[in-house]
């Protein structure tokens, strides 16, 4: 019955009586036995009666019970996956733009906002660095990682630097820490702060110096797309939804301190309405999966949409999407280890 009401709901934003489930459904039971079902599922907590004369409604914690049965079940709509591998197999050679063009494919797809994090600089192998001259003690620093990302950063040295001093410390620095994660690269860059002042090579020190500013990168976007998909939806016909889902959005730091909290374990996640620990998007659900290289998880993409948005279409386009970027990195990855 719970079922009923909320398939009934994601199809139709109106509040569901007993009548229309007794017409839509072949429960054989009288309309009589369908209301008091029905009532007890309100007393339960899994619907809600707006008016006294009107349908019922799904809960959060009934959307949650439904969620969960979808999975449990393994239940799975495939319409759609073919169609969203075709759009973006042609860009998968460029990260960057993959991700982007990835959002937006999902969110026309689904028909709700679209959100990715890209892999975290500090999450990832790092390949090569390049510095290169700028201005007076001012360098330029390019690092690339095996995942495809490229971050540039204009660092402040202590003194000017030749050209020809900048080509040593790249050879010197990609010699000893290539192939490491930046993560591990900064772990042992604290360890050895002790042994700067001994090192004979001033070069070398000067370095480390600029090397620990230089893999100092956080998140510093998330991809968006979509806004104007989910403002389609009846569910935000009024101007206050329109505010309440927009400035949920333009929040880049609340938006990448979510997903960042939500992509500490590996796999599909469902927040749903009040689950959201963040107020503004209590009256929105997401549905997110974490993306991998290999077997590390790197980053996270999703929907957002209303509490009433179709769970089982964007599960599958979520988890679709997810897995293919998953397959992209890992591929590029196995290709990189064999130059």
Do not use: W
């Not at 591998?85 to 860009?91: G, S, V």
């Not at 660092?155 to 490491?180: G, K, P, W």
């Amino acid at each position: 019955m719970l079922r009923a009401v909320v398939d009934s709901y994601i199809s139709n934003p109106d509040p569901v009586g007993s009548r229309y489930v007794t017409r839509q459904y072949a429960f054989n039971l009288s309309p009589a036995t369908i209301r008091n079902i029905m009532a007890d599922l309100v007393e339960m907590g899994y619907l809600h009666q707006p008016h006294t004369s009107a349908g019922r409604v799904p809960t959060d914690k009934g959307y949650r019970f439904y969620v969960d049965s979808l999975i449990r079940e393994g239940m799975r709509e495939t319409s759609g996956d073919v169609e969203l591998i075709r759009c973006l197999e042609p860009i998968k050679s460029d990260f960057d733009i993959l991700l982007e063009e990835t959002t937006k494919t999902l969110s026309k797809l689904s028909h709700y906002l679209s959100i990715a994090l890209p892999p975290k600089a500090e999450k990832s192998t790092l390949r090569r660095i390049n510095l290169v001259k700028y201005r007076e003690n001012q360098v330029a620093a390019f690092l690339l990682t095996e995942e495809g990302i490229i971050k540039n950063k204009i660092i402040q040295t202590d003194s000017d630097m030749s050209q020809r001093d900048l080509n040593r410390v790249n050879d010197y620095l990609n010699s000893e820490f290539a192939d490491h994660e930046i993560s591990e690269i900064r772990s042992k860059l604290v360890c050895d702060l002790y042994k700067e002042k001994a090192l004979c090579d001033s070069l070398i020190s000067r370095a480390i110096a600029i090397f620990r500013e230089a893999i100092f990168f956080t998140y510093s976007t998330v991809f968006i797309s979509g806004l104007s998909e989910v403002l389609g939806l009846p569910d935000f016909s009024d101007i206050e939804r329109i505010k309440e889902i927009s400035k949920a959005i333009e929040d880049k730091h609340l938006m990448i301190k979510l997903l960042d909290s939500l992509s500490e374990t590996e796999g599909m996640k469902i927040v749903i309405g009040s689950e959201n620990s963040a107020s503004e998007l209590q009256k929105l659900s997401m549905v997110v999966s974490t993306y991998k290289e290999g077997e590390k998880i790197i980053g996270m993409i999703g929907v957002i949409g209303p509490t009433r948005m179709n769970y089982m279409k964007a599960i599958t386009f979520v988890d679709t999407t997810a897995k293919y970027i998953t397959r992209v990195l890992t591929e590029e990855a196995e290709r990189s280890s064999k130059r």
